[in-house]
Structure formats: C-alpha cells, structure tokens
C-alpha cells in the first residue's frame, strides 16, 4: 500500500504530481474515462503507463479489459502508476488482489525553499554545458547504454514536452561525466535524468551538477521551489539529494502483470 499523505498536504502536492505528468508529457498519450494512458515507447515508465487520474463512470474491470487491449494494440506492456491521488481510492488493492505485482517503489522529494543555495555554482562554465534536447537524449542514453528505440523517443518526448526542458553535461578533458535536465513550471523546479558515469561517481559531480541546475533554475527563471523523482533504493541520489535539503513529500509505485517490465 502507498504510504498515506496528510490531507492538508494534498493539494500542495498535487501541484508536484500536476507538475511531473507535464514534464514527463509524451506525445503518445490519450484519455480512457478518467485515466490518461500513455505509449511512448522510452525508457521513463512514467511516459508509458496509466495515470489513474479520477474514478470515471465505467466499472473498473471492464477499463481494465479495454487499457490491456489499447496497450496490447500498441505493442507494450500495461502499466498502471499507484500513487496518493490515484482514482478509485482501492486501485492498489484491487490491482494487487487480481496478481499484478509492484515494482519500483519511488520517492517524490521536495527542496521547499531554494534561498537555501549558495550564490554561485561549483562547475565553471568550461566543464557545465548546456545541450539541445535531441544531443541530450543521445549523452545520457550512451551513459545508460540505453538502445537507440529509446534514445529517439526520448529526444521525441524532449522536442514535444509542453514545459521546456534545459539540458545539460558536465565535459572534462573531452569526457562526459554526467547529465542533468532541469524544468520550471510556475514557481516550481523539477530535476530529471540526472546520471552520473559510474568511472566519475563518489567525486561530487552530481552533488555539483544538480547545485548548479537548481541556481539556475532560481535566478534565470524565478524558481522558488523544486521537486524529483527517485527509485526509493537509490541510496546513494538519496543522500545526495538529502544533503542539498530534499525531504521525501510521497511515495508511488507501478503494477503489472508482464514479469519482464517488473
């Protein structure tokens, strides 16, 4: 079950999860009553997966049948993304009650004041470069040897996100080191594909990449405030993003029946 959220902090955090399906919008995607589904076939199941967004009017059995055949139409696995907002309140139990299994526990961390930073970023502007969105796709898929499918839809979802994403590397002696993105959407900032090679990691380079991002997101683009998103065993993103002044705000998780996306 997903950890329960304070009732007068939903609404705040509903602003975050509002804030994160935009920025992980992607172009294929479409409503089925009440819940928005998405295909992109990407790497980020958040661009792939079902949004359980309100209740709507059909049983749920029968929304079910027909999500499994939309998504079996498009060639990928259903997903469903369980979350505090998720609709009807009993989906999780529901979904786990019919042996679809959870995977990927994820934390939802909040900076709630970014006046916390300092005045200057670690990384000179030799080493912190900022890329397009179809080279970022491309970096940060060689990071993760991510197959090509993948590196394409993500650069498709970049060029079409109906908030701009600002990408950048950090290079050192012709080496990338690590990627990060950073979006804004009111007073909010969200992280996301922050990765760091592993040759580079335990030397401060993420601690540094995303110090940078958040300044910049503050002072060029009126940031008050950020948020992301992180696999709960990440340990280590965890402690980086603990000691930048991130606090866990809520959890969510996935179900599936297809053992090969669990």
């Known amino acids: ?27 294929q995607q479409r409503m089925l009553d009440g819940w928005l589904l998405r295909f992109s076939p990407g790497k980020a199941k958040r661009a792939r997966c079902i949004n359980a967004l309100s209740a709507g ?17 498009a060639a990928l696995p259903m997903i469903v993304r369980i979350t505090p907002f ?12 019919m042996g679809l299994r959870r995977f ?44 090509a499918l993948q590196r394409e839809a993500h650069a498709e979802r970049l060029r079409n996100s109906p908030v701009p994403y600002r990408g950048f590397i950090v290079k ?4 990338t080191l690590a990627c990060g993105q950073y979006v804004v959407e009111a007073d909010m900032a969200g992280l996301y594909d922050v990765f760091t090679a592993p040759a580079a990691r335990g030397r401060g380079v993420a601690r540094a990449l995303c110090s940078a991002l958040l300044l910049r997101a503050r002072d060029e683009e009126g940031a008050r405030c950020a948020y992301l998103q992180v696999e709960s065993d990440n340990l280590a993103a965890r402690a980086v993003y603990h000691r930048l002044g991130f606090v866990d705000a809520y959890a969510y998780h996935y179900r599936t029946r297809d053992v090969e996306a669990a």
């Open 1 to 27: 079950m997903t950890p329960a959220v304070p009732p007068a902090r939903l609404a705040d955090l509903a602003r975050i999860e509002d804030a994160g399906l935009n920025a992980s919008a992607p172009p």
């Open 57 to 73: 009017r059909l049983p749920l059995a029968d929304k079910l049948t027909l999500c499994e055949q939309t998504y079996a139409q």
């Open 86 to 97: 998720s609709e009807p309140t009993q989906l999780d139990e529901t979904l786990a009650g």
């Open 104 to 147: 990927d526990d994820t934390r939802v961390m909040v900076l709630p004041s970014l006046r916390s930073l300092g005045e200057s970023s670690a990384l000179d502007e030799a080493t912190f470069r900022p890329v397009a969105g179809p080279d970022f796709a491309e970096a940060i898929g060689a990071l993760r040897g991510s197959p």
């Open 172 to 175: 050192r002696d012709g080496e």
